[in-house]
C-alpha cells in the first residue's frame, strides 16, 4: 500500500502532469474514451460526463462509453444522453487515450475492458484503495471524497494551463451530483473540506438545482417501494437482546406488491439504524426461488464481512452479503441468527 499516492504534493504533481497531457491531445483532436465503471453511479457518471464536457470544450473528440443504460435515477443528470452503449462491435475502435473514472482495476470495465486496454494511452482517476503501483498516469487518491472532487482539480489545472474558463453550468451540477453522492449530502466522514469548498465554488458562481440534485439522488422513491418497504418493516423480528434486528421476505411477499429485488435496496441500512440495534440482517428468497440473498449491517463489532464470510460471502466491516443455496427461507433464517448470535456474543464491544 505504501505506493499510494497519499502525498498532497504527490497528488499536485499528478494532477499536472495529467492535464497538460490531457491537454496536448485536445490539442490534437485525438479520440479519447472516458470509462466510469459498471453499474454507474453518481460520482462514476458526473465525473465521467464533466470531464467529457472539459475536454470537449479543449477540443478532443470524446465518447464516454457505458456497460449499460444509465439508470433511471441519473436520467436527469446534464448530458447522460451522450454516452455511448458499448457493444461489441465497437472493441476494434482505436482510441488515443482512454481515461477510466471512479475504478482502478480494469476488470470494473466489463464488457469494456479490451477496448480500454488497446488504447494508446491511458489514465486512471480514482479514490478507491488500491494496490497498483504508483505512476504519473494513474492518479489514485483515497483520502479524496470522490472521483468529482479529483476531476474539479484536473479541470481547473486544464483552466490554468489554456488560459480558458472551462467551467459551466452542467459540469458544476455533474460534479455536485458526484460529491453529494459519495458524501452521502456532505455528511459522511469522507467528506473534505476541499469537497465543501468546491461545492460552494460551484454554487456560487453557475446555475445549481440542488432541491433537484437531493430529490433525484435521495429522496426520490415509488408507491410499490414505499410499500414494500412497509411490509418488510413491519414484519422485522428481534433477537440477542434486541440488538439484532431481522426480517425474512419470501418472494410471495415481493410478488403481492410487483416489488423487485431493487426495491429492498438500502433496507437494511435503514433497519441498522434503529436504537440499540447492532446487527441488521435482511433475508429474501431469489426470483427462482432456489437461493437465500442475505445482507449485513453492523453497528458494533461483529464484523459484517467475517460473518458473510461464513456463508461464502464477502463485503466491508459494516455492509456484507452473502448467498445460500440449498436451504429454505425458515432454514436459512435459523442458522444465520444463530450464527450472529453467537458471533455477537464472542465480539468485544467497542
Ligand atoms: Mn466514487
Not at 31 to 38: E, L, N, R, T
Not at 120 to 143: F, M
Not at 211 to 218: N, P, Q
Request: aromatic residues 6%; contains cysteine; hydrophobic residues 40%.
Amino acid at each position: 500500500m505504501s505506493s499510494l499516492k497519499q502525498d498532497t504534493d504527490a497528488v499536485t504533481a499528478t494532477i499536472k502532469h495529467l492535464a497538460s497531457g490531457f491537454l496536448d491531445l485536445s490539442r490534437k483532436k485525438m479520440h479519447v474514451g472516458i470509462f466510469p465503471h459498471a453499474r454507474a453511479d453518481g460520482d462514476a457518471l458526473g465525473s465521467a460526463l464533466a470531464l467529457s464536457d472539459a475536454l470537449e470544450q479543449l477540443g478532443s473528440e470524446t465518447t464516454v462509453f457505458v456497460d449499460e443504460e444509465v439508470v433511471p435515477s441519473l436520467q436527469f443528470l446534464p448530458q447522460t444522453d451522450s454516452v455511448l452503449l458499448f457493444t461489441e462491435d465497437m472493441s476494434d475502435r482505436q482510441l488515443d487515450l482512454a481515461i477510466a473514472v471512479d475504478l482502478n482495476t480494469p476488470d470494473r470495465l466489463e464488457n469494456r475492458e479490451s477496448l480500454f486496454s488497446s488504447a494508446a494511452q491511458y489514465a486512471i482517476v480514482d479514490h478507491h484503495v488500491s494496490n497498483r503501483e504508483d505512476k504519473q498516469n494513474e492518479l489514485i487518491y483515497t483520502k479524496a471524497s470522490s472521483t468529482s472532487e479529483l476531476v474539479f482539480r484536473l479541470i481547473s489545472e486544464l483552466e490554468e494551463l489554456s488560459s480558458r474558463e472551462l467551467f459551466n453550468d452542467n459540469i458544476a451540477t455533474l460534479l455536485i451530483a458526484g460529491l453529494m453522492t459519495d458524501t452521502g449530502r456532505f455528511s459522511y466522514n469522507n467528506t473534505t473540506p476541499r469537497a465543501l469548498r468546491q461545492a460552494a465554488w460551484l454554487i456560487e458562481k453557475f446555475t445549481v438545482n440542488l432541491a433537484t440534485l437531493t430529490h433525484e439522488l435521495f429522496e426520490r422513491t415509488t408507491v410499490t417501494q414505499l410499500q414494500i418497504r412497509g411490509d418488510v418493516f413491519a414484519s422485522t423480528k428481534v433477537a440477542a437482546n434486541g440488538r439484532i434486528l431481522y426480517a425474512s421476505v419470501p418472494r410471495d411477499m415481493l410478488d403481492k406488491r410487483n416489488a423487485t429485488d431493487d426495491d429492498l435496496d438500502y433496507l437494511s441500512s435503514d433497519m441498522r439504524e434503529a436504537d440499540g440495534v447492532d446487527v441488521s440482517i435482511l433475508l429474501r428468497e431469489s426470483a427462482n426461488r432456489s437461493e437465500i440473498h442475505g445482507s449485513v449491517r453492523s453497528n458494533s463489532c461483529l464484523d459484517a464481512a467475517a460473518f458473510s464470510q461464513l456463508f461464502g460471502g464477502g463485503g466491508h466491516v459494516r455492509a456484507a452479503g452473502f448467498v445460500i443455496e440449498d436451504m429454505t427461507l425458515e432454514q436459512a433464517e435459523a442458522e444465520v441468527l444463530a450464527q450472529a448470535e453467537s458471533m455477537l456474543d464472542q465480539c468485544k464491544i467497542n
